[in-house]
């Protein structure tokens, strides 16, 4: 499913206008997971947002991302989840699963990963591929426990340069081919708005990310130039072949918040225009569970 590589160009000013003044109602409901409606929401960032499991039962999120894998590359892997206990995790991942997919996040605003080679991607693949997912091998640790298998990996790559992630993409899709009637193996990516993502564009263009969080949050430009970007990522991936969702700060004091009236009547209807449209991400659980951001979003999925 490789993506088209004639674009649509991107629609007038005018279009957008009418689709802004048209307001649709409501977001159809899109089941992006098998999961009914939803958001996808990014845990693990601080200690104070609550267990995994507790999110899960607000039931609000249909995938809830496990952040950050923020070491590989050298030989070395490290879990960062701001000091939640893993051992528990299991337990929890296991609950959520009822109602959610959870992904695992690699990557984030450390600066201690990178793919060297593609040898080190391929050692990455492998190590995510045993120690989180359905693969399982003799003596290695698993530190959410021996049953528990997260459902995919999300790529949140914000330093270092862009070599090898295609590669580490290619190597965890070809673990689903033993596969028939699940794909153990799912791909997520969360680039920064502006397309192509100067560090995920690669990875992105092998075409087995099946799902792009895309930062409309985090810096100004994307604040002011999300609707420009937005066009040409619309253009690349016009449907549901690869899933578009629209990644969204919960805070206040994070760049890029979109007040939940103006999502609403002027971001929403510009969105659903987009066939590849699915829903939103949440950045993150500690600041949606301060806000209850996502109760309102989730009434329009
Ligand atoms: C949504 O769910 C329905 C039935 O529940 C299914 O037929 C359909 O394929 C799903 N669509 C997506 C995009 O997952
Ligand atoms: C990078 O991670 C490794 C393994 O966790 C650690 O030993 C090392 O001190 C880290 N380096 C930096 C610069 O943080
Ligand atoms: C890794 O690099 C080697 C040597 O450049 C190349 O032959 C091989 O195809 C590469 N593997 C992948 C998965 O790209
Ligand atoms: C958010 O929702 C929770 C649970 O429903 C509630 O206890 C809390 O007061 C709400 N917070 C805000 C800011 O609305």
Request: hydrophobic share 40%.
């Amino acid at each position: 499913m490789a993506p088209p590589t004639h674009p649509r160009p991107p629609a007038s000013l005018l279009l957008v206008v009418a689709a802004i003044l048209s307001v649709a109602g409501l977001a159809t409901a899109i089941n992006s997971s098998g999961f009914k409606g939803g958001v996808t929401v990014f845990w693990g960032r601080n200690k104070d947002e609550g267990s995994l499991a507790e999110a899960c039962d607000t039931g609000r999120y249909t995938i809830v991302v496990i952040s950050f894998l923020d070491v590989f590359g050298h030989g070395e892997y490290h879990l960062d989840i701001s000091g939640h206990d893993p051992s528990t995790l299991g337990a929890d991942i296991k609950h959520c699963q009822s109602t959610a997919l959870v992904y695992l996040s690699i990557g984030g605003f450390g600066n201690n990963y990178s793919l060297p080679t593609n040898q080190s991607a391929v050692d990455l693949a492998d190590h995510l591929w045993y120690t989180y997912m359905a693969g399982h091998k003799e003596g290695v640790y698993r530190p959410f426990g021996d049953d528990v298998e997260i459902d995919g990996i999300d790529f949140f790559i914000e330093h270092g340069s862009p070599e090898n992630y295609d590669v580490l993409a290619n190597r965890l899709w070809s673990y689903n081919k033993g596969f028939r009637a699940r794909t153990p193996a799912q791909l997520s990516a969360t680039p920064r708005c502006r397309y192509p993502d100067r560090l995920l564009g690669k990875a992105i263009a092998t075409g087995v990310i099946g799902r792009i969080n895309v930062r409309f949050y985090g810096d100004s430009y994307c604040a002011t130039h999300w609707h420009q970007e937005w066009e040409k990522w619309t253009a690349v991936y016009p449907t549901q072949d690869i899933q578009l969702y629209v990644a969204l700060t919960a805070s206040q004091k994070v760049a890029g918040y979109i007040h939940l009236k103006s999502l609403h009547l002027g971001v929403l209807p510009v969105l659903q225009k987009a066939e590849s449209f699915a829903t939103f991400a949440i950045w993150d659980r500690y600041s949606d569970r301060l806000t209850n951001y996502s109760s309102s979003i989730v009434q329009w999925t």
